[in-house]
């Protein structure tokens, strides 16, 4: 049985077990309310040709889809309901690889976004950051920031999902607008290292991390990159135990309930337009689904943070 069946069996055994109650409204409904004016779009970007290692992560957009199925729409202990956030889902972008399909992502937000709206994009590998970034800024970073949570620099040479990052900076986005969070040991080389430097991009490594706290990293990463800010986070950021299905993902990475704190509190930035999830191959994943699922939960933390924005 391949990766994509296994998934697909996975996902429809385990919905014919799930019970109905009208007093646990599920996440997935919330997702496939679509309001007409949206706070929170989510869109999938199926990209994956150009990645460095084989991948399938073109495949994750509707697993995070499916996953969203487990969960409730309440957040306890920030007493909020993601159903009083207005939501639509944009579906996905299918052809996004290449400089065609790269085209094709600008034509696809340029038409469907609602530049008032939170735009969430589930990748699909990391080249997405380029294409998602360049298209909610029509094609002008002059005035954008960028916020990575990431294991690697992605400022590599040539066209991949290790190279969004130097792509972008080539395009005109401001390096020293840039920050890049949770970069690992033993997982770069010195030359990008180096590269990252002589740019001028503030650099946390993942030991920062764990003496500091995320709300004052973050506060002090958007202060860097200013206003319009895209937030980039790549799973591999996390521990391996957490992320078995992001390829590079690394031991001694930041834990689930980290990644989850991440994606509430940059969502609650109004400077934040946008926001990636990438490098999840869900056909990979462990037979639990923990990756794919921690994805979803990310995605609804973000629809918690936006509930409970800062009032500056």
């Known amino acids: ?16 077990t799930l019970t109905e109650d009208p007093n646990w409204p599920r996440a997935k409904a ?9 706070d929170i779009e989510v869109v999938g970007v ?13 495949l994750t957009p509707d697993a ?25 889902d944009l579906g996905n972008i299918t052809d996004v690889d290449f400089f065609d399909g790269e085209a094709n992502v600008l034509k696809f937000i340029s038409e469907h976004h609602n530049p008032n709206a ?26 954008a920031g960028l916020i990575t949570f990431d294991a690697h ?53 993942r030991s920062e991390i ?14 860097i990159a200013g206003e319009n800010i895209y937030v980039d986070i790549d799973v591999d950021v996390c521990d391996r135990s957490v992320a078995p299905a992001c390829p590079a993902s690394v031991p001694g990475g930041i834990t689930a309930n980290q990644l989850r704190l991440i994606a509430r509190e940059v969502a609650r930035y109004k400077q934040v337009k946008a926001i990636d999830f990438t490098e999840v191959d869900s056909s990979k994943d462990s037979t639990d689904h923990r990756t794919t ?3 979803a939960l990310a995605l609804l933390e973000i629809a918690a943070g936006r509930l409970r924005q800062y009032s500056a």
């Open 30 to 38: 919330w997702l496939e309310s679509n309001s007409s004016t949206p």
């Open 210 to 223: 764990h003496k500091s706290t995320i709300p004052g990293i973050i506060k002090n990463a958007i202060s």
């Open 118 to 143: 939170l735009l969430v994009a589930l990748g699909g590998d990391n080249s997405i950051t380029y294409s998602v970034m360049q298209a909610i800024n029509n094609n002008d970073l002059s005035n």
């Open 64 to 88: 995070v889809r499916e996953a969203l199925q487990r969960y409730s729409t309440y957040n306890l202990s920030q007493d909020v309901d993601v159903q009083d956030l207005k939501v639509k």
């Open 1 to 16: 049985m391949s990766g994509s069946t296994g998934l697909g069996m996975w996902f429809i055994l385990n919905q014919m």
């Open 293 to 295: 699922r921690i994805v």
């Open 153 to 205: 620099f992605d400022l590599r040479d040539g066209i991949s999902n290790g190279s969004p990052v130097r792509r972008l900076i080539e395009a005109g986005l401001n390096p020293k607008r840039i920050v890049q969070i949770g970069i690992a040991d033993f997982a770069n080389s010195k030359t990008y290292a180096q590269r990252a430097k002589d740019l001028g991009v503030t650099v946390i490594p």
């Open 46 to 58: 199926r990209a994956h040709q150009t990645s460095i290692s084989p991948t399938n992560a073109h």
